[in-house]
């Protein structure tokens, strides 16, 4: 039973160190991947800079006007507040209502001549740079630049219908909202700037 434990003993041993080996060599594969394609995909450098940082890209307090807050969630409830305010609509009054509906009224007028053909679409979906993340809807471009051939005659007509409707889904009206730092101070709240990532989809109708 001993020698049996001993054997056992000896495998993890050798295991361990077949790890350890593969490790560095998977390790030393992708370094010399980074440093060949640094001139075409200087992208995948910066990735891995970012990566070897030990500061996070977000502060751990955060002030703004007589309000200062150091827990995370308290940090997000704050910037979320702040970039609404930056959103709100100014109150309109009878001629601004009136205005703008007759400025909406020609838009859709001059939205309903836009060409939205198949071909057109098909080369929006294999337009997408593969190293980017998904939106809100969590569709990866990879995803999108696959089925590309099969997503572009429903999503034409998808599009058509928006245009006609002057509507759109839902899922595509959300955006990732991430805060991007003007400044070197990054603990004033005042000092940052909304950065929205929203659906492909949306991005697309709007080319």
Not at 26 to 52: G, L, Q, R
């Amino acid at each position: 039973m001993r020698n049996i434990k001993n054997i056992v003993f000896y495998l993890i041993i050798i295991l361990f160190h077949c790890v350890l080996e593969l490790e560095k060599t998977c390790y030393d594969n992708y370094m010399t991947n980074i440093e060949a394609s640094i001139v075409k995909h200087p992208k995948a450098f910066w990735t891995f800079v970012k990566s070897k940082r030990k500061a996070g890209s977000f502060p751990n307090e955060m002030f703004y006007r007589e309000t200062f807050v150091n827990e995370g969630q308290d940090i997000n409830n704050l910037f979320a507040s702040y970039f609404q305010s930056t959103f709100l609509e100014p109150e309109s009054t009878a001629d601004d209502e009136s205005t703008s509906t007759e400025q909406c009224s020609n838009t859709a007028m001059s939205i309903s001549t836009v060409d939205i053909n198949h071909s057109r679409v098909l080369t929006l979906l294999k337009s997408l740079d593969l190293t980017n993340s998904g939106g809100p809807d969590l569709i990866p471009p990879l995803f999108i630049d696959t089925c590309a051939h099969s997503l572009a005659e429903p999503i034409t007509i998808l599009f058509k219908r928006s245009v006609s409707e002057g509507k759109v889904p839902k899922i595509w009206k959300s955006a990732f909202v991430s805060p991007i730092f003007k400044k070197a101070i990054n603990l004033i709240l005042k000092t940052t700037a909304p950065f929205l990532k929203s659906t492909f989809f949306l991005k697309f109708l709007n080319v």
